[in-house]
């Protein structure tokens, strides 16, 4: 069966030839995908203080270009976060690799602000299609294991988040720094086509709708079962908690962090930046079990991120690294548990449309608290606004950790 083929969501032909590639395969592919749409989607923030300086836009400018990009992936989730189930896990995958392609030539080519954000706009598409369906496959791929489902897919997920700020950074060092970036991840971006093209995919799940086939593309009211609502609720409360926390180190916390050490390398400042992502990301690879897990991990998230207003008032570059990574590991156990919880919760031919819901609330942290700070630090100061950002932030997650502690009592 071609991607042309499932684009149109005709029969699976027998007899067509391809890469029957193995189970293993298939789960390298599947989070190597989104692992390299979300590097591109980050290598921008060591790069945000230099096109501050190339095109003359300020903080909030830079809040705005990033919240095009979460704003673009919501809208997507909520749109097209179905459509995996009915063209196939590899169809939506191809889909979401050739718009990333436009996005990073728009993003690297931006001369203002409005093609920046158009940019960042196509990248957060790109992930918008590919995130339910990785997620999708990942678990198909893992029937048995759906915690290690979950495992995957949050330490591609991170873990690409993650390593875009640094890869940024580095990049950044040659000629055209903040172009070449972009024009390098797009090779690999390419390079992924061959393998997706030549897979020999799995049939979508999803029925087709007789002779119009294309009306089960249209988008759907958001909705989620009796049994997994609590679930649901939980860790798109902790999800959107995250990313608020997420967003803050993806956008204004490079300059953030260059007065705390002093210093103005990228590469630097991008590791910095990706250091929370990166220890969430590291965190999957653990086995913290327990009833307690969620409230003990989202109790560490604030106190950590107090700890990281701390080092900026005690210029402490030790501190932040420490608050940094506390903070990550906090949130990617917690975050996991629960993220694993309603995974298993809900029905199979639903998953990719429930996961992208969640999605959504979780996406849309890095969304109106990150303009919120972009306002705030353009009328307080940027060192004003993150203290009293990640106060609200900490208080957010005690009242969680309180939540969910009771919730563990209580079972």
Request: aromatic fraction near 8%.
């Amino acid at each position: 069966m071609t991607v042309f083929s499932e684009l149109r969501m005709r029969p699976a032909t027998a007899g067509r030839g391809g890469w029957d590639a193995s189970v293993t395969a298939r789960l390298v592919l599947s989070g190597v995908v989104i692992f390299t749409l979300l590097v591109g989607a980050n290598l921008a923030t060591p790069l945000y203080p230099l096109l501050q300086a190339k095109l003359g836009i300020t903080a909030l400018d830079v809040t705005v270009a990033f919240t095009a990009y979460v704003v673009a992936l919501v809208a997507t989730l909520l749109l097209a976060g179905h459509w995996s189930d009915h063209i196939g896990r590899r169809a939506a995958l191809v889909l979401a690799v050739l718009v990333a392609l436009a996005g990073g030539f728009v993003f690297a080519a931006a001369e203002g602000l409005l093609a920046l954000s158009a940019g960042r706009a196509l990248q957060g598409v790109a992930v918008g299609l590919a995130t339910g369906a990785s997620s999708a496959a990942l678990r198909e791929l893992l029937p048995s294991r759906p915690d290690w489902a979950s495992r995957f897919t949050l330490l591609a997920s991170a873990g690409g988040v993650a390593a875009g700020p640094a890869v940024g950074g580095v990049l950044s060092l040659l000629p055209g720094p903040t172009s070449t970036p972009y024009y390098l991840h797009s090779v690999i971006l390419a390079a992924l086509l061959v393998p997706l093209y030549l897979l020999k995919a799995r049939p979508a799940i999803g029925s087709h709708a007789g002779p119009q086939p294309l009306r089960v593309l249209a988008p759907r009211r958001p909705s989620v079962s009796r049994e997994a609502r609590s679930a649901f609720w939980l860790a798109s409360a902790v999800g959107f908690l995250s990313f608020t926390v997420f967003g803050f180190c993806l956008s204004l916390a490079p300059s953030y962090f260059a007065q705390i050490v002093h210093a103005d390398s990228r590469p630097l400042i991008g590791l910095l930046a990706g250091l929370t992502l990166g220890s969430s990301a590291c965190s999957q690879l653990l086995a913290v079990r327990g009833r307690f897990v969620v409230p003990a991990g989202l109790a560490v998230l604030g106190v950590s991120v107090l700890l990281i207003a701390a080092a900026a008032a005690w210029t402490s570059p030790w501190l932040l690294m420490l608050a940094s990574i506390a903070a990550g590991f906090g949130q990617g156990v917690s975050f996991r548990t629960v993220f694993n919880d309603v995974a298993g919760k809900v029905e199979a031919s639903r998953h990719a449309q429930i996961i992208s819901t969640v999605y959504v609330i979780t996406y849309l942290g890095s969304v109106f608290p990150v303009l919120g700070l972009g306002l705030a630090a353009g009328v307080l100061g940027l060192q004003a606004a993150v203290a009293g950002f990640v106060l609200l932030c900490s208080i957010a997650a005690s009242t969680l950790a309180a939540i969910s502690l009771r919730a563990a009592l209580r079972s």
